[in-house]
T-cell receptor, first 114, second 115 residues
Framework: AQTVTQSQPEMSVQEAETVTLSCTYDTSESDYYLFWYKQPPSRQMILVIRQEAYKQQNATENRFSVNFQKAAKSFSLKISDSQLGDAAMYFCALLPKGTYKYIFGTGTRLKVLA | DTGVSQDPRHKITKRGQNVTFRCDPISEHNRLYWYRQTLGQGPEFLTYFQNEAQLEKSRLLSDRFSAERPKGSFSTLEIQRTEQGDSAMYLC?????????????FGPGTRLTVL
């Protein structure tokens, strides 16, 4: 079975500080994609960042970066210079290559304190 | 690119009634997905279409649920004889399937409340 685990139900960060959200996953596939999605309150889920498993280089998108440890099956999201608009639920998702069903974690609610 | 849209955004209904939701994907996308999200959980896959063909239905999708995608454009999800356990957010997503990539883009969802 393929699973995604987000062990932090809630995190807080001071504005302008850095925060790291954890995600671990389990799959027997060797090639897959990993995603972080952001879901603001009452708004749609937005893609934050995507990582391809065969690429060793960690993906980055402006203030968002990941630490992808394939052997450890870990995929954490680092948000630098946190802004009030970063407050949201963050979901980690796994997509084995050649399939179409995302497997989502249970999410981490991020609060940004002014 | 106007994004994925869903209608209605909110639906309140009484137990036993039928409801229908609509999803309009990003125009050039050939794949369309339905997910269900309950409070405190991540989205769970319900079904997906490639063009107009429905290629998989999750066992979460009971016989009371039916989805269509006529002409490979918009999709509808109908729930017959709603039950209180059907209360959830119903998310639609679309993607442009191509070799090596299948990033899904989500709509804002339809929040269903069954009284």
């Amino acid at each position: 079975a393929q699973t995604v685990t987000q062990s932090q139900p809630e995190m807080s960060v001071q504005e302008a500080e850095t925060v790291t959200l954890s995600c671990t996953y389990d799959t027997s596939e060797s090639d897959y994609y990993l995603f972080w999605y952001k879901q603001p309150p009452s708004r749609q889920m937005i893609l934050v960042i995507r990582q391809e498993a065969y690429k060793q280089q960690n993906a980055t998108e402006n203030r968002f970066s990941v630490n992808f440890q394939k052997a450890a099956k870990s995929f954490s999201l680092k948000i630098s210079d946190s802004q009030l608009g970063d407050a949201a639920m963050y979901f980690c998702a796994l997509l084995p290559k050649g399939t179409y069903k995302y497997i989502f974690g249970t999410g981490t609610r991020l609060k940004v304190l002014a | 690119d106007t994004g994925v849209s869903q209608d209605p955004r909110h639906k309140i209904t009484k137990r036993g009634q039928n409801v229908t939701f609509r999803c309009d994907p990003i125009s050039e996308h050939n794949r369309l997905y339905w997910y269900r999200q309950t409070l405190g959980q991540g989205p769970e896959f319900l079904t997906y279409f490639q063009n107009e063909a429905q290629l998989e239905k999750s066992r979460l999708l009971s016989d009371r649920f039916s989805a269509e995608r006529p002409k490979g454009s918009f999709s509808t999800l109908e729930i017959q004889r709603t039950e209180q356990g059907d209360s959830a957010m119903y998310l639609c997503a679309s993607s442009l399937w191509a070799v090596g990539t299948d990033t899904q883009y989500f709509g804002p969802g339809t929040r269903l409340t069954v009284l």
